[in-house]
């Protein structure tokens, strides 16, 4: 049975990947330094008998060595991520976005083993035609704006990955995250979809950043794993760029009433202008749709979760974190 390394398999995404590929009778390892992933994420396949857990940082050569030696495939999810949290260590974000992937695609050529590399929408930048399309430019901000150095570091992982296939046939297949959500996820970092439910279950003010009227699709977290999964077994996939996300757009002041109303709250939605949200000259994007026919045509994956039904598992998943005096 396959084996699979899941780099960042502690986080949000990696642990419903994990969960996922068990379910499916893999053997999986997790590698996480614990920087952004938790151990509670964890707690549904804990004592599973086909999962290992090692908390480390994937820079560390020899760990990593062993690891990819011993499994079959790789799913690099590891990687400093969060808007705010991109924006208060950049240094950290850069180091390990490109140094991580970097001893990533290095071992996994020295053991010749596949690996699927998480990438980003971020990498659209301030792409102006809608869909983003894989083979669209690239259209990044100043590099005095810190946020940008999120995509630029994805992009240079894309770079490699694409260079080990082409110069030593390594097989490679990256995927392009957009707005990804779903419960575990924490607000702390600066996704949006947790904090405005965590606000509005406290009965906070949601604060809504500029004037709300930007646009995202928010994917449910079970319907990513499912594509990510499915395009690590399709051969067809090898030496491509996928988007995946969901293609149910809402303004983020939409968002708030939402979440309000499913959560039953009375919060007060309040704008909040950019420059005090992050830091001054912060850019945002206005739109950000992913481009779904490719993913389509190779994998017949589609999203299927409709956004209410995300809010509703988030607000469920919530609840019972705070009941239990988590989160
Ligand atoms: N946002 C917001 N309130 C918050 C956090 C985020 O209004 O507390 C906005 C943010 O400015 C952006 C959108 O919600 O326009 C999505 O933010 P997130 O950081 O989740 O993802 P992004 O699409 O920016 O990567």
Known sequence: ????????????????????????????????NLS???????????????????????????????????????????????VQRIISEPIETIETNIGGTEVVLKTA??????VLIASTSEVYGKGIRFPFQEDDDSVLGSTARSRWSYAASKMVDEFLALA?????????????????VGPRQSGQYGMVVPRFVRWAIEGEPIMVYGD????????????VVKAIHLLSEAPGAVGQVFNIGSSEEVTIQQ?????????????????????????AGFEDFRRR??????????????????????????I?????????GGN
């Not at 396959?2 to 009778?25: D, M």
């Not at 709300?212 to 319907?223: A, E, H, P, S």
């Open 36 to 82: 952004t992933g938790r151990i509670a994420n964890l707690a549904a396949i804990e004592q599973h008998p086909k999962l290992r857990i090692a908390i480390e940082d994937i820079r560390n050569t020899n760990v990593m060595d062993r690891l990819v030696s011993e499994c079959d495939v790789i799913f690099h999810l590891a990687a400093a991520v969060g």
């Open 109 to 114: 050529r020295r053991y010749r083993k596949k």
């Open 316 to 324: 469920a998943y919530q609840r019972e974190e705070k009941q239990h």
């Open 289 to 314: 749709v992913p481009a779904l026919g490719k993913i389509k045509a190779v994998v017949q994956w589609e999203p299927t979760t409709p956004l209410n039904d995300t809010i509703d598992q988030i």
């Open 255 to 279: 968002l708030a009433e939402r979440v309000r109303e499913r959560a039953g709250s009375r919060s007060e939605i309040k704008l909040i202008p950019y420059d005090e949200a992050y830091e």
């Open 1 to 32: 049975m396959t084996h699979a390394l899941i780099t960042g398999g502690a986080g949000f995404i990696g642990s419903h990947l994990a969960e996922r590929l068990l379910a499916h009778g893999y053997h999986v390892t997790i590698i996480d």
């Open 164 to 180: 080990y296939l082409k110069e030593t046939g390594l097989p490679v297949v990256i995927f392009r995250l957009f707005n990804t």
């Open 212 to 223: 709300g009227q930007q646009q995202r699709c928010f994917g449910n977290v079970i319907d």
